[in-house]
T-cell receptor, first 113, second 105 residues
Framework: DSGVTQTPKHLITATGQRVTLRCSPR?????VYWYQQSLDQGLQFLIQ???????AKGNILERFSAQQFPDLHSELNLSSLELGDSALYFC????????????FGEGSWLTVV | GQNIDQPTEMTATEGAIVQINCTYQ??????LFWYQQHAGEAPTFLSY????GLEEKGRFSSFLSRSKGYSYLLLKELQMKDSASYLC??????FGTGTQLKVEL
């Protein structure tokens, strides 16, 4: 158990819908990262927050957005869902914004039908 | 830019030693990470190198050469449970596509 908690673990939704994935970082970690992993694909970095502020942005689609709240939990919002958005979405956390090990949650499986 | 290259697949025999290589091109280097990922599961941290040289941790060792932009993960006394994908990552934001290691009897 890495200490990073993600909910829901599994989610099935229809195209065009919107979903929210939730992440609680490890106790004491200020930085949260979101990654997307499609079938047989590598981890694609989406976005990073540090202490409530956006720190870095990867290839995140405009239909996706995220935020980190004062209690440091984070949410990833995916809207106008398409079949290709079906993937495993990982949240990870670390103490600082760089130079530290990041620890991954178990992921949220999203299936768009 | 941050380009990470590692072999797509490798096969090794139980009890043997295998070396998984990773080359990277990055500015603002702040460390090289290795993670293990079993299919459908979360990546788990294996090692972190920020200085040149070899870091040994049990059956796993990781090497870094910053001047060459090169790292390797060395797995000794391979076990069947070591069959997994091994991900090389820099700057915590960019992961390689991973090397799928298959350990055979």
């Amino acid at each position: 158990d890495s200490g990073v908690t993600q909910t829901p673990k599994h989610l099935i939704t229809a195209t065009g819908q919107r979903v929210t994935l939730r992440c609680s970082p490890r106790s004491g970690d200020l930085s949260v990262y979101w990654y997307q992993q499609s079938l047989d694909q590598g981890l694609q970095f989406l976005i990073q927050y540090y202490n409530g502020e956006e720190r870095a942005k990867g290839n995140i689609l405009e239909r996706f957005s995220a935020q980190q709240f004062p209690d440091l939990h984070s949410e990833l919002n995916l809207s106008s869902l398409e079949l290709g958005d079906s993937a495993l979405y990982f949240c990870a956390s670390s103490v600082e914004h760089s130079g530290n090990t990041i620890y991954f949650g178990e992921g949220s499986w999203l299936t768009v039908v | 830019g941050q380009n990470i290259d590692q072999p797509t697949e490798m096969t090794a025999t139980e009890g043997a030693i295998v070396q998984i290589n990773c080359t990277y091109q990055t500015s603002g280097f702040n460390g090289l990470f290795w993670y293990q990922q079993h299919a459908g599961e979360a990546p788990t941290f294996l090692s972190y190198n920020v200085l040149d040289g070899l870091e040994e941790k049990g059956r796993f060792s990781s090497f870094l050469s910053r001047s060459k932009g090169y790292s390797y993960l060395l797995l000794k006394e391979l076990q069947m449970k070591d069959s997994a994908s091994y991900l090389c990552a820099t700057g915590k934001l960019t992961f390689g596509t991973g090397t799928q290691l298959k350990v055979e009897l």
